[in-house]
C-alpha cells in the first residue's frame, strides 16, 4: 500500500470515527488530488472546480458506504470517475484523453483485485462460512475438491453438495443458470 493510499484511508477512518480535522485534511488532500485530476480530464468549457466540489461532497454524503477493508483511493477514484462521466454525459463532450488513464492517479496497482474481492464477499454474503470456504478454494484457489474437503474436514461428498448448492444460489440471486458439476 502506498503512502498516499495509506494516509488518506488514516484521514478516512479517523473522520468517520467522528474526529473533525483529520476529516478536513482529507478533504483537503483529496480536493488537490482530484483537482489535478480533473484538469488534465475535463474537456474545455468545463469547470474542474466544479467537479472537485461535486465530488468531495459525493465523498462526503456517501462515506458512510466506504467499506474500511477497502482501500480508500478505490473508493475516491469511482466517484470521481462517475462524477466525469455524469459530466459528460450531461453535456455530451467527449474525454481528450482515456479515462483508463485516471488509474495511475489513484488506484493502487491491486485495487482491482480488492474490488473484485469486495463484490465476491458480498455476492456469496447469504452463504454459509463453510460453502463460502470451499467455493472460495475450488474456483478461486484452484484446489480440487478433494483438497477443499480435507481442509473443511468433511467428505469429498459432503463438500461437492455444498460447494453445487451454493452455487446454484448464486446462480438463482444473479440471474446465472447451469452450474457446472465437479
Partial sequence: MDQIEQKLRGLMLAGLAGEAQPYRRLLDDLSRLLRAYYARRAPPGVDAEDLVQETLIAVHTRRATYDATQPFTAW??????????????????????????????????????????????????DLTERTRALIRATRIEGLSTREAAERAGMTEGAAKVAIHRGLKALGEKYGGSDVADD
Avoid at 466517484?79 to 495511475?104: N, S, T, W
Wanted: glycine share 2%; charged share 30%.
Fill in 76 to 125: 475516491a477514484y469511482a466517484i470521481a470517475r462517475y462524477k466525469l462521466i455524469d459530466c459528460l454525459r450531461k453535456g455530451r463532450l467527449h474525454l481528450r484523453a482515456p479515462i483508463e488513464d485516471a488509474d495511475a492517479l489513484f488506484v493502487a496497482p491491486d485495487a482491482d483485485a480488492a474490488m473484485a474481492s469486495r463484490d465476491l464477499e458480498r455476492a456469496m454474503a
